[in-house]
């Protein structure tokens, strides 16, 4: 008997579209995926999809690109609803019920950074409608790749300062050094974001152990293409690998 898993290596840290673009890159159908999110029902926005390299490593880039519409860019959103959008789509139970355990874990670390009721707060930034496709595309991924369990390397995060609408603040930011309590980490010195709260939500909620490469059998790897051009390739690999189960 053989246990089917998937590993995210992330070399570079991890983001919720580098998290797709793997996916994707692993074998996930293009546009089966892209029907499933179009069950969301959300407007404001389109995806781009393409092939792309890093430090020569070919991967593949996803993008949300939101339309610029000034009302919809203050529309601030909290939990109750983003659960609403999840649970009114057309989408699976597996897929509402692990887009709304992702968002539950970035809600409930805002809340303790800012000192509010998980209720109180307002996804100014997380909640943007970009931040909704790379969690629920991630839950539609993760249901069609139809696997056993997952893991995760330790997470290489950044130094340095990022600007967001608080203003400049330490990396990693403090919503994502809350999420990433009990989850082995390390920094190579990179002066950039490496992991962000969307990315560090998506794996805690997905991982079941933070682990270097376990023994396995290879058997698909992608790529998925960040955005930034580093001195290390900002790219999130993953891996589906297979192991025979020891009989008991």
Known sequence: MEERFLYFDCLSGI???MTIG????????KEEFIKELNKLNLDGYEIQIKKGKKNGITGTDFKVIIKNDEESNHVHRNLHDINNIIDNSQLNENVKKLSKEIFKIVANAEAKIHDKEIDNIHFHEVGAVDSIVDIVGTAICIDKLNIDKV????????????NCAHGNIPVPAPATLEILKDIPVYSKGIKSELVTPTGAAIVKALSEKFIPIPDMTLDEIGY????????IANVLRVIIGKKKLKKV
């Open 15 to 17: 983001s919720g579209d």
């Open 22 to 29: 793997a996916l994707l890159d692993l074998g996930v159908n």
């Open 151 to 162: 893991y995760a390397s330790p997470l290489h995060i950044g130094t340095g300062f990022v």
């Open 224 to 231: 998925g293409l960040g955005k930034k051009d580093l001195e």
